[in-house]
């Protein structure tokens, strides 16, 4: 496993942006995937947005697609989540996921971070 530490989250207005941060220790950052998941309250934990390893084809969830934007720098150790257009239905506890592949499903992700909060007020 690989220690995550996210940051960046905050409170923001409807139609505001927030960019998330995630650090990963350890020299293996370069050939994992990585992946953005969130989960609001009294709901499941819902996939959100994934990079693979080389940064060149991110994925997202439908319900994010135009607005969010993952991208990493793997000589920073780091992945990002750039929020666009934010909508308050995008409040929720945001993770950062690491694995072997990429992919919509947790069950593929084996590191994660503490999560970080995200709210946005209308």
């Known amino acids: 496993q690989v220690p995550l530490v996210e940051s960046g989250g905050g409170l923001v207005q409807a139609g505001g942006s927030l960019r998330l941060s995630c650090i990963a220790s350890g020299r293996t950052f370069v050939i994992l995937d990585m992946a953005w998941f969130r989960q609001a309250p009294g709901k499941y934990r819902e996939f959100v947005a994934g990079?693979?390893?080389?940064?060149?084809?991110?994925y997202y969830a439908d319900s994010v697609k135009g607005r969010f934007t993952c991208f990493r720098d793997n000589g920073k150790n780091t992945l990002y989540l750039q929020m666009n257009s934010l909508k308050p239905e995008d409040t929720a506890v945001y993770y950062c996921a690491a694995g072997l592949r990429s992919s919509y499903n947790e069950k593929d992700f084996n590191s994660w971070g503490q999560g970080t909060q995200v709210t946005v007020s209308s």
């Open positions: 990079c693979n390893w080389h940064g060149d084809s991110p």
